[in-house]
């Protein structure tokens, strides 16, 4: 029987939308391998990665994979029977291509988050996780916007509500993922070059994907209700990572690093020169943990019952917004041992 904080997952039904991601793969992974999951349900609506998957954990217990669309709401309802646990990763993440097509972002990211409430409410699903995104903070673009109304819908769901508790998890960047910055840097770098770089004084925070999976199945035993766990994380200068990238593997595919340049091309519309994970105005209803801040619900007189205590609560009051400018930076030396730690250098490599 393996526990985490106080969480049994080998007597409970755990559902993952969104399964065939990078977060959702680790996801189910962490659940049969770490946690051996009683039952899991994996929902995706990719086809191709959802049957690959399958095959994978085909003989590893009582894992059912099914086509599905979180935009269906009938779907999610029959979908989600008995689920005792429901972890919500299934998003359009992209910040170009929703920009580019908003309203498959709010048919997704919104529309999608309002049938998972409806689903688990009608399942009387016991809680619902969802992750959401340092995106979703002061947000400039689409996804952002739309990961940030995931989150208010997540917080509204529990008012005058006593069969599911809903919370959201907001993270940063989860170094190594599809579409993420280390494997366009790497793809570089086998060329020859040039690295692209929007900014040289950019910041942001970083994750391993496994961390990051663990940190958000562990807030699952910590959740009251309505609140958004923000998941403390270093940060690093974007230019200090292309550097040690070039560096490192530059040998690798044969060059010099001197000879891999560096261009400048600017940041991309609705990009920030930093991230935020936490703001000024919710330092004031936020309280610390030893791996996260938990930020209440803005509008706390509607959830009338619930205590947001938790375990190891640090003493004091959160005074400073969570944001990568201000944070101290990993050293390139640190950020090498980062990446060798998490296998993130050559993986990809064939």
């Known amino acids: 029987m393996i526990e985490t904080n106080g969480i049994d997952f080998s007597q409970l039904h755990v559902a993952v939308t969104g399964g065939c991601g990078t977060v959702g793969r680790e996801l189910v992974s962490q659940l049969i391998e770490r946690h051996s999951v009683g039952q899991l349900t994996v929902l995706d609506n990719n086809e191709s990665e959802l049957f690959i998957l399958s095959e994978q954990y085909r003989d590893r217990g009582r ?18 029977r008995g689920v005792d646990v429901l972890f919500h990763v299934a998003a359009l993440k992209h910040v170009i291509l929703c ?7 709010v048919q997704t990211n919104i529309i999608g988050c309002r049938n998972i409430v409806q689903a688990a409410r009608a399942n009387e699903i016991g809680k619902v996780i969802f992750t959401s995104s340092d995106k979703a903070v002061n947000p400039t673009n689409v996804m952002g916007s739309s990961k940030l109304m995931g989150e208010r819908l997540m917080s509204a769901a529990n008012v005058d509500n006593t069969k599911t508790i809903f919370a959201s998890t907001r993270f940063g960047n989860v170094l190594g993922s599809r579409g993420s910055v280390i494997p366009l840097f790497r793809e570089q770098i086998r060329k020859g070059g040039p690295i692209t770089l929007t900014h040289p004084a950019m910041t942001r925070f970083i994750m391993s994907v496994s961390e990051a999976v663990r940190l958000v199945v562990d807030t699952a035993s910590l959740v009251c209700g309505g609140e958004v766990f923000v998941t403390k994380m270093p940060v690093l200068n974007i230019s200090d990572l292309a550097d040690v990238m070039r560096i490192e593997l530059a040998p690798h595919y044969g060059f010099k690093p001197e000879d891999i340049a560096v261009r400048i091309i600017g940041a991309k519309p609705g990009e920030k020169m930093y991230e935020e994970l936490m703001t000024n105005e919710e330092t004031g209803r936020a309280v610390e943990l030893e791996r996260y801040f938990a930020v209440k619900p803005a509008f706390l007189p509607n959830f009338k019952g619930i205590s947001y205590q938790y375990p190891g609560m640090l003493p004091g009051e959160v005074k400073n917004p969570y944001i990568s400018e201000t944070e101290p930076r990993l050293s390139k030396a640190e950020i090498l041992d980062f990446l060798q730690r998490n296998n993130l250098l050559f993986c990809g490599d064939q």
């Open 63 to 80: 894992n059912t994979f099914l086509l599905s669309d979180i935009r269906d709401q009938e779907t999610m309802i029959r979908r989600l």
């Open 99 to 105: 920009e580019q097509s908003p309203f498959e972002a």
